[in-house]
């Protein structure tokens, strides 16, 4: 790896006090920190005491003989007490600036490299004591130490520096460097989102003040001056631009400051224009089908009640055939010889029973069958599944089934629609008859209850003893269009799950043993309810 970042100042100014303290203890008149830059050898800090021929950032090329570079090249402390009796020294190039004694000790990077030396050198003979020695180790460790601390923050900001460039270069992503409310570079991205050309931002023309649609800035600000100025980040916030033509662009911008605080950063931002547009396609198609939902439901209403028909007019006929039977007793008792207006009273009272029974009948048939807008109430569900098993109850018997009812009385209240709730009931009772009509082996027993559980609501359970349903169809039962039946729709069972789901419960189906099949409808109750004088 190869090591040529600049260090930070501060570490600079410490190393630069260090040196200085170095060269008053040991008193000597030069301590140096050098630092091995190929080709050369470069003076990095050198002491500010009295005598010192070394300046900052003086270089001089490797192989010239220096102590300092022996000490890099062994990896040695290297101690020379007196180089004008030493053979080896004698001509070294330090000696022409009157240092001839020297002690300096190698410093390295983390990861091993040579960074260069510390050392301290004298215009007359030193031997150094073994403290000096000691002391100029404790140094080396202290800078070896800024050395790994400066490496990792160096390759962390490299590794950010890299995603950026990723970023910036994958034109994926608008992105701009910003000083103040001036954008001072951008990649093409940025330029497309906004129409701009490269002349217009390298003009200075592009600033962020009048990018910014009047209602944005405000906002802007508030973002700028709080968010990043306290945290140096600016968490992804949608906004608008203003295209260069004046129309407008939706945008998500997510912003970094180089520093906590500070006037310069780097902010992305991405075009919003097509998730917009998809998103409102989404809003409009949900609507449209909605509209279609709404239809087909209506259609299945209207089939299931057609199937209902024959049983139902059995329902209307009886209480207006008791009406008619009654009104002629009615007659009969006023034209006798002498008319009883007691009985006469009580044909009356009858007519008038049987023919709100017969009115009612019709007006929860006109419920099921009509498109009614949505109309949510707190329903009673054993009240609502009672009116279904009675309209259902001629069907029932016309097929030999018959009707078992094992309902909770403490049930809470549940919140929604009614007759959409009676709609779920209408078209598993009328499944539950159908799937049992060839059953011909064992009673056809159609049970519905009702319970409830803490932690799942209110369970409605409607049980028939019928053919059952193989593994494989039960996924494909509540999808739409999915039926077995030669004039059936399919429609029934997606379209009760969709009004269960729609009342935040769930609608699912388990095969019993050894026969037949349970729907079970649970529903979140809203209160307890409480019963009614
Ligand atoms: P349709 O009644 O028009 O066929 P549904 O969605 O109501 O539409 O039902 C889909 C299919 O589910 C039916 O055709 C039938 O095969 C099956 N099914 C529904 N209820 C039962 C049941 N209780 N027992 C057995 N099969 C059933």
């Not at 050898?41 to 570079?69: D, H, Q």
């Not at 990077?109 to 100029?136: E, H, M």
């Not at 049987?354 to 054993?382: F, G």
């Amino acid at each position: 790896m190869q090591h040529f970042a600049q260090l930070p100042t501060e570490t600079v100014t410490k190393w630069q006090e260090m040196v200085d303290l170095l060269a008053e203890i040991v008193q000597v008149p030069s301590a140096l920190i050098m630092r091995v830059e190929p080709p050369n050898i470069r003076v990095l800090v050198s002491s500010k005491s009295s005598g010192n021929p070394y300046e900052p950032a003086e270089t001089a090329p490797l192989n010239s003989g220096l102590y300092c570079e022996t000490v890099m090249k062994t990896r040695r402390p290297l101690l020379v007490p007196d180089a004008l009796q030493d053979d080896a020294w004698k001509s070294n190039p330090d000696i022409k600036l009157g240092m001839i004694s020297y002690l300096g000790v190698p410093v390295s990077w983390p990861d091993g490299q040579i960074f260069g030396t510390i050392c301290v050198l004298d215009s007359k003979r030193n031997a150094y004591s073994d403290l000096f020695f000691r002391l100029l180790l404790k140094w080396r460790d202290v800078l070896e130490a800024d050395l790994k601390l400066f490496d990792m923050l160096d390759k962390q900001l490299k590794e950010r520096e890299a995603k950026i460039q990723r970023l910036v270069d994958a034109d994926i992503i608008g992105v701009f460097m910003w000083t103040g409310t001036r954008i001072i570079d951008a990649n093409d991205t940025f330029l497309r989102i906004l129409g701009y050309e490269r002349d217009d931002l390298d003009s200075g023309r592009v600033r962020l003040t009048e990018l910014t649609p009047p209602e944005w800035r405000e906002r802007d600000v508030e973002h700028w001056l709080l968010e990043l100025k306290q945290t140096g980040t600016l968490q992804p916030f949608e906004k608008e631009y203003f295209r260069k033509d004046g129309s407008r662009v939706p945008v998500l911008v997510g912003v970094a400051a180089f520093e906590k605080g500070g006037n310069e950063g780097v902010s992305f931002v991405l075009d919003l224009t097509e998730r917009k547009r998809a998103e409102a396609e989404a809003r409009e198609s949900e609507r449209r089908y909605g509209e279609i939902q709404a239809a087909l439901a209506h259609a299945n209403r209207v089939t299931t009640m057609g199937q209902l028909v024959a049983s139902i007019s059995h329902e209307v006929k009886q209480p207006i055939g008791a009406c008619v039977t009654n009104a002629q007793a009615g007659l009969r008792w006023l034209s006798a010889r002498s008319p009883d207006p007691g009985e006469v009273r009580l044909a009356f009272e009858r007519i008038i029973k049987e023919a709100t029974r017969a009115c009612d009948v019709m007006n929860h048939i006109r419920d099921l069958v009509k498109r009614s807008p949505m109309h949510t109430e707190r329903v009673q569900i054993n009240d609502a599944i009672r009116e279904v098993v009675t309209l259902t109850s001629s069907e029932a018997m016309k097929h030999s089934v018959s009707v078992r009812m094992e309902l909770d009385d403490g049930l809470p209240l549940v919140l929604g629609e009614r007759v959409q709730l009676q709609q779920v009931v209408l078209n598993l009772i009328i499944n539950a008859i159908e799937a049992m009509s060839d059953v011909d082996d064992r009673q056809r027993v159609l049970t519905i209850e009702t319970s409830q559980d803490e932690s799942t609501g209110i369970h409605v359970m409607v049980r028939d003893s019928g053919p059952g349903i193989a593994p494989d169809d039960i996924a494909r039962l509540f999808e739409p269009f999915y039926t077995t039946k030669h004039e059936g729709m399919g429609m029934g069972l997606s379209i009760c799950r969709s009004i269960v789901e729609g009342h935040k419960g769930r609608l699912t189906v388990s095969v019993n043993s050894p026969q037949g099949v349970t729907f079970l409808m649970q529903l979140p109750g809203c209160e307890k309810n409480i019963p009614g004088p």
